[in-house]
């Protein structure tokens, strides 16, 4: 497995000040030409979060650090079509209200056969969550990304699924009373079925 980092400077208004580490390999890897360094430094990072829930856990949890002056730290799953990848993200606060970000690659698994490539569509019955990967089809439970296989939806619309968005809540709770997040924040991503 290739080491792989991508990091980037934030400030008050979310505009990506700096970037660096395979910022571009990544996006390149991921069909994002359009999201290359030069294309998105000096614009805000909200607007290149696809769904409203995830823009608004990624500005609550900049928002946090910078109010405590305290790191937050939180492991979560960013697949391609043909590979599951997952990192670690560390959010860091800085000087005068900035925030350094990083994210490092903890594992990457060649899946046995590629899936359809996926597209965040708003209007999609289907949901995947951006944070474990997990689909929840039209009408149904949330499905690992493991089991989805073949059957993964070629159109999905991006959310946060409930068991995600209660670790990332819970670890906040705990960063504001600096204490220790009693959930798993490591490999615990997904419905609760899959880490149990």
């Not at 990544?26 to 994002?32: I, M, R």
């Not at 290149?48 to 730290?73: K, L, S, W």
Request: hydrophobic fraction near 40%.
């Amino acid at each position: 497995m290739k080491f792989q980092q991508v990091y980037f400077v934030l400030d008050t208004e979310f505009r990506l000040l700096w970037i660096g580490g395979e910022w571009d390999e990544f996006a390149l890897s991921n069909a994002g030409e359009a999201a290359r360094s030069n294309e998105v430094l000096a614009t805000s990072l909200l607007d290149h979060i696809a769904d409203e829930e995830t823009r608004r856990i990624t500005r609550t949890i900049v928002e946090t650090v910078v109010e405590m002056q305290e790191a937050f730290r939180i492991d979560y799953r960013c697949d391609s079509p043909s590979m599951l990848r997952r990192f670690h993200m560390t959010v860091q606060p800085m000087k005068d209200s900035r925030v350094l970000v990083v994210h490092d690659l903890r594992d990457a698994q060649s899946f046995p056969a590629p899936l359809k490539v996926w597209v965040h569509t708003p209007e999609a019955e289907d949901q995947k969550c951006t944070f474990c990967h997990a689909v929840r089809p039209a009408g149904q439970e949330w499905i690992t990304a493991d089991d989805l296989g073949e059957a993964h939806p070629a159109r999905v619309a991006f959310t946060v699924c409930a068991s995600c968005n209660g670790l990332v809540e819970e670890a906040l709770a705990a960063l504001r009373a600096r204490k220790k997040p009693t959930g798993a924040l490591t490999a615990g991503f997904g419905p609760k079925a899959e880490r149990s």
